[in-house]
């Protein structure tokens, strides 16, 4: 029984200290007085004209000009020149503030001002918890520190973790930046904002769109994603996500990217992208496709990767690695493309022959090599293709095929037939879609098929050779030829000239290559989605400010 007795009471006594420990303690004040008519149960405490009232609770420091202290209650309210500190983590000054010491919840009114050495909060009324350690205010508030400046109609400050969470109509300004949002996450340590809802970043030379994105304001880069996209470098950019870096001029998208030349009509997708603003360039790759507007009509360049150069003026894309090319009534393969925007010449490059694959390489196996065009019937080869565009009227004006040319016209009665031209050098000229008129120089050589035109049976293969021909179309198709000197040839019976010989040296009939239409840019293209990297950490935030793309591409100056 002695046992049992002294364990209640050194229960009891441990409950005593425990509850005095949880009592708010007077250290000072001016005078003190009753008044039960009016305030019941309060002891009011007022200063002296040297001393503020100074009441203590728990690590917590209150001054202020007139308390009415609730002892029973373990509570107050004080007023007039109000200020809390609580360690070195909360500095707080108002016009009011009711405490009660059992709830540890503390209420601050008119002109709040909280300063937790990161930033600076002011707003008309201030909850703290301090058992969550945590403060609310549900009126229009200011958080601000020597850049920044964020404003809102609401928030809460965590102050374990040094985070804001800012709610409805939320501006940060920044000299570099202004942003926007409903709902904004901001760690004031390292000034890391996480937003979410319709988002709008603007600085001197972007624009920022998404609904959900990190930036952080210090080191001025951010990873947006959800209706992502930026105003950057003349260039609209939308990607399912983006990185951005301002301080290195840097963009990249993944997925679903799309960058717009609206002064160019000219449009890049693909998978991944990147934008390099010091370098007036940008690059799209896996599944990379250029459109430019021609003739009211798109013109598709699809290569492995594509980059575009230059201002919008003297814009300059390049497609490298199995280059192909698509628009109504014409399309092409290449090794390589260069399409410059401003003069509206397109080259079509073959992969380089070095001098010793020349050596054993066949003249078929050149041709093979070459750049192809197919415009209807026609397929067109030369060591170097060139397509004129006429950027006034946005019209496909001409064709230049320099060494090697070499035309094929698949014989519309017999397939096993073909008209075949082949020179130095070719010059077409178009009208609108469809090419009008060819004209095949130096060293020209020809063989064509001859119908009688009622009955329809092959009566002559005509070979000849001269130094110039010209061929007019109808519908891309092979109309007229027309000998420009007098040509050296014979029209052969066709059961006089040998299958072997019907073909001219080169010849390479491509058509299983030939591409017919937007979704043929890809036939035989490795498609496995590209994939980003994300380094993941404790928190989701972390996923974002770590996120950085795998892949880069070194640009040559």
């Not at 004209?49 to 917590?60: A, D, R, S």
């Not at 020349?358 to 060591?383: F, H, K, V």
């Not at 010059?427 to 130096?442: H, P, Y």
């Not at 010849?507 to 994939?531: C, M, P, Q, T, Y």
């Amino acid at each position: 029984m002695k046992t049992a007795s002294y364990s209640w009471v050194l229960l009891l006594f441990t409950l005593g200290i425990w509850a005095q420990e949880q009592e708010i303690e007077i250290r000072q004040a001016g005078s003190f007085q009753l008044d039960e008519v009016n305030f019941p149960g309060a002891n009011i405490l007022e200063r002296s004209t040297t001393k503020q009232v100074h009441l203590v609770h728990e690590g917590m420091d209150i001054w202020s000009d007139k308390a009415f202290f609730y002892k029973k209650e373990n509570r107050f309210d004080a007023f007039g020149n109000i200020r809390i500190i609580q360690g070195d983590s909360l500095n707080l000054t108002s016009k009011s503030v009711s405490y009660n010491g059992n709830t540890k919840l503390a209420v601050a009114k008119v002109d709040v001002f909280l300063d937790n050495k990161e930033m600076i909060l002011e707003t008309d009324t201030l909850y703290f918890d301090r058992i969550e350690n945590k403060g609310y205010y549900p009126t229009k508030g200011v958080v601000y520190d020597s850049l920044t400046t964020i404003e809102s109609q609401y928030g809460t400050y965590f102050s374990a973790t040094k985070k804001y969470q800012f709610e409805k109509q939320v501006i940060v300004t920044h000299p570099d930046f202004i942003l926007t949002t409903n709902r904004m996450d901001f760690y004031t340590d390292i000034k890391h904002a996480f937003f979410y809802g319709p988002s709008k970043i603007e600085g001197q030379d972007y624009v920022v769109l998404c609904q959900q994105g990190f930036y952080d304001t210090q080191n001025k880069k951010g990873f947006f994603k959800k209706n992502a996209s930026i105003d950057y470098n003349q260039r609209n950019i939308v990607g399912d996500s983006i990185y951005f870096d301002d301080t290195k001029q840097y963009a990249a998208a993944t997925f679903n990217v799309k960058m717009t030349d609206t002064i160019n009509n000219t449009f890049l997708t693909g998978n991944y992208g990147q934008v390099f603003k010091a370098k007036d360039s940008a690059m799209v790759t896996h599944r990379a496709v250029a459109t430019n507007l021609v003739a009211q009509d798109s013109l598709f360049i699809h290569a492995d990767t594509l980059i575009a150069t230059g201002p919008p003026e003297k814009r300059i894309i390049r497609g490298f690695h199995d280059a192909r090319i698509f628009k109504e009534d014409l399309s092409g393969k290449m090794d390589s493309i260069h399409f410059n925007q401003k003069t509206g010449r397109a080259k079509l490059i073959r992969r380089p022959i070095n001098e010793r694959e020349l050596q054993y390489l066949t003249p078929q196996e050149i041709s093979a090599r070459n750049p192809i065009l197919w415009s209807n019937t026609s397929q067109m080869t030369g060591d170097e293709i060139h397509l004129l565009i006429d950027n006034e009227k946005e019209v496909l004006d001409s064709l230049l095929i320099y060494n090697n040319a070499f035309v094929i016209e698949q014989d519309s009665l017999n397939p096993d037939n073909f008209n075949q031209i082949k020179g130095l050098q070719l010059k077409g000229k178009f009208n609108g879609r469809s090419l009008e008129t060819v004209d095949v120089i130096q060293n020209t050589e020809m063989v064509y098929f001859i119908y009688d035109d009622e009955t329809l049976d092959l009566v002559g293969i005509d070979k000849a050779i001269c130094s110039a021909l010209r061929l007019d179309f109808i519908e891309s198709a092979i109309d007229k030829v027309t000998f420009f000197t007098k040509p050296d040839g014979i029209v052969y019976p066709p059961n006089e000239l040998p299958k072997n010989v019907r073909q001219l040296l080169g010849f390479k009939w491509r058509e299983e290559e030939r591409i017919s239409s937007k979704e043929d840019l890809f036939h035989g293209v490795d498609l496995d989605k590209f994939a980003i990297k994300m380094i993941t950490g404790k928190t989701p935030e972390s996923d974002f400010s770590n996120f950085t793309p795998t892949k880069k591409i070194k640009l040559a100056k």
